[in-house]
């Protein structure tokens, strides 16, 4: 059983949820399907599958002019949210602190964070990737907590682009990712890949070690493109 989680980012209406929602009812699946949605549309009903936010703020309440807090996230339904998206850290100046103290309101708020970290092109030249990780986690994710998370490693490079890691880059990765964790005390924690995943690569992405599901950005918007994933594992 894996996790398949869809990320929207600012793309969708109303309407076109709807139409996914009801698509997806039909399909026979044991993998958990997660849809993360703009902040307008999380109140959409959705029985089979379960509804996340894409980001949060770092603060409770108070003068935050156009920022979500997680209360008011977890009032509309939505279960989970994704935090530290590389979109988030390279437009918003989301660092893994802040993205920690976004994770930590989430989990106060009983929505299960999706902890995204990956490094960028820059960094993986330097050959920093191992390192990139490796600290995103120990500082991303608050261990102090018997909630579950999810994390997500998304190579930044590899985001829309059309490109993946190779297999051994993948398994690398996420082998690291799962010794951090349990060395955190958070072993058995999720762990999905996400960066350019289609139905065409998604079942051999899912049988590598350690990957537990992944997050799709442009594959999640249509139900042809977003289905075949889904059934591409049982
Ligand atoms: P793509 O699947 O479009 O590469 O996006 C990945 C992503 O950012 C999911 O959060």
């Given at each position: 059983m894996k996790i398949i989680a869809g990320n929207w980012k600012m793309n969708?209406?109303?309407?076109?949820l709807k139409t996914m929602i009801s698509d997806l009812s039909?399909?026979?699946?044991?993998?958990?399907?997660?849809?993360c949605v703009p902040f307008t549309m999380l109140t959409t009903p959705s029985d089979k599958i379960s509804l996340g936010a894409q980001d949060l703020s770092r603060h409770t309440h108070g003068a935050f002019t156009g920022q979500i807090s997680a209360q008011m996230i977890?009032?509309?339904?939505?279960?989970?949210?994704?935090?530290?998206?590389?979109?988030?850290?390279?437009?918003?100046?989301?660092?893994?602190?802040?993205?920690?103290?976004?994770?930590?309101?989430?989990?106060?708020?009983g929505l299960i964070p999706i902890i995204c970290v990956g490094e960028t092109m820059d960094e993986?030249?330097?050959?920093?990737?191992?390192?990139v990780i490796e600290s995103g986690v120990r500082e991303s994710i608050p261990s102090d907590t018997s909630t579950p998370i999810i994390v997500a490693y998304e190579p930044r490079w590899a985001i829309g682009a059309g490109l993946t890691p190779t297999a051994a880059e993948i398994a690398d990765a996420h082998n690291l990712i799962a010794k951090t964790l349990s060395d955190m005390g958070l072993g058995g924690t999720p762990i999905l890949y996400g960066a350019s995943v289609k139905g065409s690569n998604a079942a051999e992405i899912m049988s590598i070690s350690n990957v537990d599901g992944v997050l799709v950005g442009g594959a999640s918007l249509k139900s042809d493109d977003f289905i075949p994933i889904i059934t591409s594992v049982k």
């Open positions: 969708g209406t109303q309407q076109q039909s399909v026979e699946t044991q993998n958990t399907v997660i849809l977890a009032e509309t339904g939505a279960k989970y949210v994704i935090i530290g998206h590389s979109e988030c850290r390279q437009y918003n100046g989301d660092t893994n602190s802040i993205v920690r103290q976004k994770a930590t309101n989430a989990l106060n708020n993986k030249q330097a050959g920093k990737t191992m390192a």
